[in-house]
């Protein structure tokens, strides 16, 4: 099988973010690295065929404008240079406040009244932003699916295998149009591998606003979705219900996926303008777990 059969469609999390051409460039500089790193020789094949990387910009919908990259430009070179976190990045991705942190966002996944109550900024803004689109206000929510919708179409085409990145608020987009797709539109598609990156997908927050939240049994999942593959970081807040193969093992044994695998001890160590953000998109793309994955269905006829 070569490469030009194999797509892999990256779908963003909220906020803004930079134009697309800059932010495909600099996932895959993350990508590629990270496979150099953990599976030179798929590294060396990826190389030789750039464009099965696409995107799915769907914020550009969502916010009036795309994000300054150059903020970030620091912290992403700092990424590509160092072969892993440095001893201060693992110590503060473990620190005590971030137990005390993960507390108060459970209550809140509980009890959402609470949301305002949230001391992070950027935390609070994202789960007002996550509400916009469950709420699907204006429609905004149905424009998402049906741009992201195409995106997945565009990427599966004859007889492509398709890896599914879906990275935060992105994975829950995602889990939403894949069942829209399956159980709406009785898609022949299927996507090989889903993977999702600190995905909130098992909050219940979350899971009680999905499209097949109401369907009967088996009904509530999509089922166009071979394996899934779950990762998060150590000191993630976002992804507060880590293991999905606990939440969804209704999708096992019902025999809608083949397997379901978490993975929620990787370290992501980018520094951007306000210190160590371990939820940030192109830390996880460079993780050599993430990479692996890759590898793993890469190789695979």
Same mark, same amino acid.
């Given at each position: 099988?070569?490469?030009?059969? $194999?797509?892999?469609?990256?779908?963003?999390?909220?906020?803004?973010?930079?134009?697309?051409?800059?932010?495909?460039?600099?996932?895959? $500089?993350?990508?590629?690295?990270?496979?150099?790193?953990a599976s030179p020789d798929v590294a060396a094949e990826l190389a030789a065929d750039p464009d099965c990387l696409h995107i799915a910009p769907w914020p550009h919908l969502f916010y009036p404008a795309p994000s300054d990259p150059r903020p970030d430009e620091p912290g992403l070179e700092r990424l590509l240079s160092l072969p892993?976190?440095? /001893?201060?990045?693992?110590?503060? /991705?473990?620190?005590?406040?971030?137990?005390?942190? $993960?507390?108060?966002?459970?209550?809140?996944?509980a009890f959402p009244f609470l949301i305002d109550w949230i001391l992070n900024p950027g935390i609070k803004e994202a789960m007002h932003d996550s509400l916009i689109y469950l709420r699907n206000e204006g429609g905004i929510a149905s424009r998402v699916r049906e741009f992201v919708r195409g995106a997945i179409r565009d990427a599966w085409g004859e007889g492509r295998r398709v890896l599914v990145i879906a990275h935060s608020m992105g994975s829950v987009i995602a889990f939403d149009v894949l069942w829209e797709l399956s159980r709406q539109q009785h898609s022949p598609l299927r996507?090989?591998?889903?993977?999702?990156?600190?995905?909130?997908?098992?909050?219940?927050?979350?899971?009680?606003r999905l499209l097949g939240r109401h369907a009967p049994g088996a009904e509530r999942y999509p089922d166009n979705i071979r394996r899934w593959h779950n990762l998060a970081a150590v000191g993630d807040?976002?992804?507060?219900?880590? $293991?999905? /193969?606990?939440?969804?093992?209704?999708?096992?044994?019902?025999?809608?996926?083949?397997?379901?695998?978490?993975?929620?001890?990787?370290?992501?160590?980018?520094?951007?303008?306000?210190?160590?953000?371990?939820?940030?998109?192109?830390?996880?793309?460079?993780?050599?777990?993430?990479?692996?994955?890759i590898a793993r269905w890469w190789r695979e006829e």
């Open positions: 099988m070569n490469g030009g059969e $194999r797509t892999i469609l990256y779908i963003p999390g909220i906020k803004p973010k930079p134009p697309a051409s800059v932010h495909r460039k600099n996932l895959w $500089r993350c990508l590629h690295e990270g496979l150099r790193r892993g976190p440095e /001893a201060q990045d693992l110590e503060e /991705a473990r620190h005590w406040h971030k137990s005390v942190q $993960r507390f108060g966002y459970l209550l809140t996944d996507v090989d591998t889903f993977m999702t990156l600190a995905s909130p997908l098992g909050l219940n927050f979350m899971r009680h807040l976002i992804p507060l219900q880590q $293991r999905l /193969a606990k939440d969804y093992r209704d999708m096992l044994e019902l025999g809608l996926v083949e397997e379901i695998v978490d993975e929620v001890d990787l370290h992501n160590y980018f520094r951007g303008p306000h210190g160590l953000n371990v939820h940030k998109c192109y830390g996880y793309m460079i993780n050599q777990q993430v990479a692996a994955g």
